[in-house]
Structures are given as structure tokens and as C-alpha cells.
């Protein structure tokens, strides 16, 4: 298993300009999520989603949007980049059961964003 | 609404020295789950335990160990022992699974370096 994959590693995008950032997990996982995270802070939850077709809001989601059209992919979307959107991107997927059991989050290995 | 806080942002030891890392959580939750990832200088995250709210007992793993303590809201980490390879940041993190949606708040992170 690859676990969770992401592409680019690396990226340096003009203001103003949109990306994608793709995501890809092979362990049949429901839930997927979409995580910044800033120089001296934890990660922030930007989206997340409970499965394919499902998608809902985190606690930073302005400026981003997603998709997640099978179980496998979940991309995020940088519409008009930002200076403030300049961070690390890390994509992460976990199993639930839709009850009460949180199972732990695997990680994918983070694209670094520039923007400038 | 929930929040953890990891008070201590960065700590130094030698080798062969114990180490513990401070995690406060709040939550109105009565039913929630503890996480702590390490993340090595490479970056990816790295998951290390899941404890839920109803289980105070404390845990070992090798070198690591970990102390709940509901009563003071506390999800503490220690090193026992430590080597190079431990230099990492450490996130504490929590999770309400309320209707399944699972998502995770993170402390900042406290950074260790253990010096040879």
C-alpha cells in the first residue's frame, strides 16, 4: 500500500493564479480531510469529507474549495492565490465507522505552497 | 468548543535523558479521543497513540509512555531514554466523534531536540 500520496511536493504560484492540489489514498478509507499548517502552528482543518460526494467545511476554508467524486480522491482547489495561503498542505485519510469511534488519521507527506 | 494546548514550544535535552511532553485538552464532549503524531525534520506526520475518554489507564510503548488523567484534562508524553532520533515536533491532538465527523484539533506543537 502506498498510503496517502501527494502531488506536487513543492509548488511556487503567483498571485492570482489557481492550482490544484492532488490527493489520493489506496486503503479504501471513508474519511479524507485537507490540513494546513503554518511555521510554529499545528494544522488547521481546511475541508473535510465522510465519503465520496460528501463534502463540509473546516476551521479555515475561505479561499479553497474541494471535491471528492470517488473514495479514492479528494484534491483541493486554490482559486486566486494568496500571500496568506503560502504554507504546508497535508492531506490525511481515516476509517469510521459513522458512530462514535475515532480512528487514528494517516498523513500524506505535505506539498510546501509559495505564493508570491 | 474544544482546544489543546502544549504550554512548552520547544525543549532541549542530552541523550539518555527522560522527557515529558505537557498536553491540555478542553472539550464539552463526553466521549472524545487523544492522538499524539510526531513530526521528524522530514516533515510527514507520524502517527504515535489514540487513547479514548473512557480508558484512563496509562500506556507503554518502548521508550514512550503516556499518562491521561481526565481529572485534570491532561494527556501527557514521556521519553524515556532519549536518543537523536526522537528530535522531533509533537502534536497532541483531539477528536469529538459526534456524528462521525472526526475532525481533529491540534496543539502547536512542542519541539524537541536531543542533543548527543
Not at chain 2, 537523536?84 to 506543537?109: H, I, P, Q, R, T
Request: aromatic share 14%; glycine share 8%.
Amino acid at each position: 500500500n502506498a498510503g496517502v500520496t501527494q502531488t506536487p511536493k513543492f509548488r511556487i504560484l503567483k498571485i492570482g493564479q489557481s492550482m490544484t492540489l492532488q490527493c489520493t489514498q489506496d486503503m479504501n478509507h471513508n474519511y479524507m480531510y485537507w490540513y494546513r499548517q503554518d511555521p510554529g502552528m499545528g494544522l488547521k482543518l481546511i475541508y473535510y469529507s465522510v465519503g465520496a460526494g460528501i463534502t463540509d467545511k473546516g476551521e479555515v476554508p475561505n479561499g479553497y474549495n474541494v471535491s471528492r467524486s470517488t473514495t479514492e480522491d479528494f484534491p483541493l482547489r486554490l482559486e486566486l492565490a494568496a500571500p496568506s495561503q503560502t504554507s504546508v498542505y497535508f492531506c490525511a485519510s481515516s476509517y469510521s465507522n459513522g458512530y462514535t469511534n475515532s480512528y487514528e488519521q494517516y498523513f500524506g507527506p505535505g506539498t510546501r505552497l509559495t505564493v508570491t | 468548543a474544544q482546544k489543546v494546548t502544549q504550554a512548552q514550544t520547544e525543549i532541549s535535552v542530552v541523550e539518555k535523558e527522560d522527557v515529558t511532553l505537557d498536553c491540555v485538552y478542553e472539550t464539552r464532549d463526553t466521549t472524545y479521543y487523544l492522538f499524539w503524531y510526531k513530526q521528524p525534520p522530514s516533515g510527514e506526520l507520524v502517527f504515535l497513540i489514540r487513547r479514548n475518554s473512557f480508558d484512563e489507564q496509562n500506556e507503554i510503548s518502548g521508550r514512550y509512555s503516556w499518562n491521561f488523567q481526565k481529572s485534570t484534562s491532561s494527556f501527557n508524553f514521556t521519553i524515556t531514554a532519549s536518543q537523536v532520533v526522537d528530535s522531533a515536533v509533537y502534536f497532541c491532538a483531539l477528536s469529538a466523534a459526534l456524528g462521525g465527523s472526526e475532525k481533529l484539533v491540534f496543539g502547536k506543537g512542542m519541539k524537541l531536540t536531543v542533543n548527543p
